[in-house]
């Protein structure tokens, strides 16, 4: 229409101008529906697997790794909550008054044991070269979606602010993963390596039975998260690296536990790969988890909009223009839980009890509790 | 601000049924300076209940038994049926009423006092009527019981019909009546210590003050910066994930959080009180009962959507609640807690330079005293507290002032409110840091939280309660020990060093792994 015309002719290409802006709004339209469903419709679709992986449901877990042995009473043990109530520890009635079931206030010496539990697993971790974190824990329902979660879904796990887009985290995890949301971070900052504490909320809605008594399944805790972002060609080493520390801390404090490699219909979505460790209870009678650390690769990545880019390989002119820039790659995420202070209040306690109904505290702890060697039972 | 009671300037002369204008009733007064929020501090009249002023006029309010006139069109009729009821002393109320108005007023209260005194000669007026209609109706079913001929008998069944249906009637307005007391009585703020100074916030008095502000010899840097150059905290990472308000700690700042909240419960603990973690998602009637208002305009409390949970925003309101509706033994008494938790608040209304960094956030660690007593000992416990509290800040080597907060800045539920300001160089100004108020028997009303009081010499057992002294009021008292961003604050900005390194105070050391100083990261 640039050209010299005569006026039909304009007239005409005007006309198909029109109907071509119309075919093409509507087909726009339809674009950004077709991508939005297909968007929503491929975000259920779950990270691949390792092959490694076991087929089947949670039965096909295969043992990766024993460590230790049940200890052998030679008295009746007793459960956690008994140890508690005996100890003065919990009080699980107050706090049902006060906010509902599956809620409690920490007393004592159990308070002192929550502090040693965290400030001891921060500094070995720390020593691993982790960074540590405090975090948010409320964030946006977006990040929570990034990480792989369902703020909104039936019988969801995460709470949700009146009024408001906010939710409770239910791990670390999700303020981690957000820390570096939509960056482009360079290669020689990799790894990333960061140890959480953290208060954790779950609704824990579907769940019930007899496995939710006492601090086993709870509203509320402390946790302490290690989160990793690293190049792809390195998350498998990193999984090990975040599992064996998992373990060493375990054993340093004389746990019984299995570490599962957990089968695939058992994974989570974000999860290429699972490894569950599961601690004896003696007063549960059985193995109880106590710590899950995962390998993600680029699934949550990919959503949170993390990216690296490689270092040149030679030192390349300074050319204009993006040209001499590698294009970027997404990083592989990883988070593994370093220390689930109730589960692991559970282990002590029921492991640890002595026929007169003390508890004797393990060595690693002594030390960020002011020497503490027993929590032995109250004078009445 | 969370204010929702109305400002009454007038009196209802009668409480008879006209009906009064709209544009009379509501009167709104400008919102006092005084009311402005700091963080630690209760709203004023934070408890002052959603409810519609038209309501106020109640059908049946005449003495007569059966005629009761309709509500006319223009009003609301409905009450808003209280939760809770706290255990309030109306007959003192009554018998002190110059005294209490007076408080009201030196606190720039709301409070209605005219219309809870006229309420409660309502309530009191018709609850005689109930029972004198329920004695009559008493009458005539014994006299139904004996031999009467019919058309006696027809009368008497006629009668206790009416009164039936007039005491069914009553016995609604009472229920009514006794609500909007309930209501309105709630709203009454605490008395107040006779030392206390009256006023608003100027006139606060300086109890004490300890140090003096530090001389630096070279430019100091506020928090932000010095958190920024050696690589503490993320406040712009934090944003993105939650909000303005919200920050990550990191590096040495977490290990200083866990010193300063080791250090801070250890050292109470010594002082006797018990430690306690305690949940942070509480019902919202334990809020309200605590004398915050969770769902108000410009609330503190965050609420949980599809719940009547609220996240807490100090541990005073589930530690609170851990003995509601509970008759402890006197021997029990003091009962010392020292809980630590992470708080939570909207800070809603809040806005200014007196914002920024880690001075008002909406999410922290605090280790919170809380103390349950008999009330001959709360004077003398809030005096331990105050010094429990200055103790820890001098080892740290803060220099500060404790403020004898004045009638105006008191908040509801306090009878007397001590708060601790401390010097805050980068800021330049003081700021508060911790506040410990003497709650009297205003929350253990509202709790329920009594104590029986021993016998003086051991009394031979008898059948039936007769022997037991009645029960009383605990008193209840709530201090922070450690609020932790605004120490972070403290701390970093009093111990910068030229270089940039910030020095860790000798107490902490310990639990930071024997670390003494915060040096500059090299990058």
């Not at chain 2, 020095?503 to 902490?508: E, R, V």
Request: glycine letters at 8%; aromatic letters at 8%.
């Amino acid at each position: 229409m640039k050209r010299k015309l005569e006026i039909s002719e304009r007239q005409k290409l005007i006309e198909e101008g029109k109907n071509l802006k119309e075919g093409l709004a509507t087909l726009e339209e339809d674009l950004v529906k077709l991508t939005d469903e297909l968007q929503l419709e491929a975000q259920c679709i779950p990270n691949m697997t390792h092959p490694n992986v076991p087929i089947g449901g949670e039965d096909s877990s295969t043992v990766r790794k024993m460590a230790g042995t049940p200890r052998d009473f030679g008295f009746p043990v007793k459960d956690h909550l008994q140890l508690g109530k005996e100890l003065d520890l919990f009080d699980f009635d107050a706090a049902a008054e006060v906010s509902g079931s599956k809620f409690y206030y920490l007393k004592n010496e159990a308070v002192l044991l929550e502090m040693a539990l965290v400030n001891w697993t921060l500094s070995e971790v720390m020593k691993k070269g982790f960074t540590p974190l405090t975090t948010p824990e409320l964030v946006r329902s977006s990040v929570v979606e990034k990480c792989g979660f369902q703020p909104r879904g039936d019988n969801t796990q995460v709470y949700s602010i009146e009024g408001s887009d906010q939710c409770l985290i239910g791990t670390a995890e999700i303020p981690v993963g957000g820390i570096h949301m939509d960056a482009i971070l360079a290669e020689t900052q990799l790894p990333l390596k960061y140890v959480a504490f953290s208060h954790c909320f779950r609704t824990e809605a579907g769940a019930a039975g007899a496995a939710t008594r006492g601090l086993y399944r709870v509203h509320q805790f402390s946790k302490v998260e290690m989160f990793v972002l690293c190049r792809p060609e390195e998350s498998e080493s990193y999984h090990e690296e975040l599992i064996k520390i998992e373990e060493d801390l375990f054993s340093a404090l004389g746990l019984h536990y299995k570490t599962f490699d957990m089968a695939s219909g058992d994974l989570g979505a974000p999860a290429y790969r699972k490894f569950d460790v599961e601690a004896w209870m003696p007063g549960l009678g059985r193995y109880g988890e106590i710590s899950s650390a995962s390998n993600c690769l680029d699934y949550q990545s990919r959503r949170l909009g993390i990216r690296y880019r490689p270092s040149e390989p030679t030192p390349a002119p300074l050319k204009k223009g993006k040209g001499s820039l590698a294009p970027t790659q997404f990083v592989h995420t990883l988070n593994a839980t370093a220390c689930a202070v109730p589960r692991m209040i559970v282990c002590l306690l029921e492991n640890y009890q002595q026929e007169d109904g003390s508890v004797i505290i393990p060595g690693p702890l002594r030390a960020f509790m002011g020497g503490l060697e027993l929590i032995t039972p109250k004078s009445t | 601000m969370g204010l929702q009671c109305y400002f009454g300037g007038t009196t209802i002369q009668t409480l008879k049924l006209a009906a009064i204008p709209a544009s009379s009733r509501f009167i709104l007064n400008p919102i006092p300076k005084t009311l402005v929020l700091d963080s630690f501090s209760r709203h004023n009249y934070v408890y002052c209940p959603l409810r519609n002023p038209f309501k106020l006029l109640l059908r049946a309010l005449s003495a007569t038994a059966v005629q009761t006139a309709p509500a006319t069109e223009s009003l609301d009729n409905k009450v808003v049926k209280p939760q809770w009821k706290a255990a309030i002393d109306f007959k003192w109320i009554r018998d002190n009423k110059d005294a209490v108005a007076l408080n009201i007023k030196n606190r720039n209260s709301n409070a209605n006092l005219e219309l809870v005194l006229e309420l409660y000669e309502k309530m009191l007026a018709v609850q005689k009527e109930v029972e004198r209609l329920r004695g009559e109706r008493n009458a005539v079913a014994n006299k139904m019981k004996r031999k009467l001929e019919i058309s006696e008998r027809q009368k008497l069944i006629e009668e206790g019909k009416n009164l039936k249906e007039g005491l069914a009637t009553l016995e609604e307005d009472l229920v009514k009546l006794t609500d909007e007391l309930q209501l309105e009585a709630q709203c009454i703020p605490n008395m107040t210590h006779p030392n206390v100074p009256i006023g608003g916030e100027d006139s606060s008095t300086v109890r004490k003050m300890a140090g003096t502000p530090r001389d630096f010899g070279f430019p100091v840097k506020d928090h932000l910066q010095l958190g920024k150059e050696l690589d503490l905290f993320d406040f712009d990472a934090a944003a993105e994930v939650s909000g303005s308000k919200f920050y990550y700690l990191k590096n040495e700042a977490v290990l200083l959080e866990m010193a300063l909240v080791n250090w801070t419960l250890s050292e109470v603990m010594k002082k006797g009180f018990t430690p306690l973690t305690t949940p942070e998602l509480v019902r919202s009637s334990v809020v309200e009962k605590c004398g915050f208002q969770p769902r108000g305009d410009n609330t503190q409390v965050y609420s949980i959507e599809g719940s009547d949970q609220c996240l807490i925003g100090t541990a005073e309101i589930p530690v609170g609640g851990i003995h509601m509706d509970a008759i402890l033994a006197e021997t029990q008494l003091p009962l010392k807690y020292v809980a630590f938790s992470h708080c939570f608040r909207t800070e809603a209304g809040a806005a200014g330079a007196a914002t920024r960094g880690l001075y008002r956030v909406h999410q922290f660690s605090k280790v919170e005293m809380f103390v349950l007593c008999r009330p001959e000992e709360s004077e003398s416990y809030h005096e331990e507290l105050i010094k429990i509290e200055e103790d820890l800040f001098s080892a740290l080597g803060l220099h500060y002032k404790t403020f004898d907060m004045a009638s105006g800045d008191l908040g509801a539920p306090a009878y007397r409110k001590f708060d601790v300001e401390a010097w805050m160089p980068g800021l330049g100004r003081y700021g508060e840091i911790s506040s410990a108020s003497n709650c009297l028997d205003y929350q253990s009303r509202r709790l329920g939280i009594r104590y029986r009081p021993s016998e003086p010499t051991p009394a031979p057992l008898k059948k039936g309660k007769g022997s037991l002294a009645p029960t009383q009021f605990v008193h209840t008292l709530n201090a922070t020990a450690c609020a932790v961003p605004r120490m972070i604050v403290c701390l970093l900005e009093n111990y910068q060093q030229e270089d940039g390194s910030v020095i860790i105070p000798g107490p902490l050391r310990a639990f930071m792994g024997g670390l003494e100083l915060i040096t500059p990261k090299s990058t």
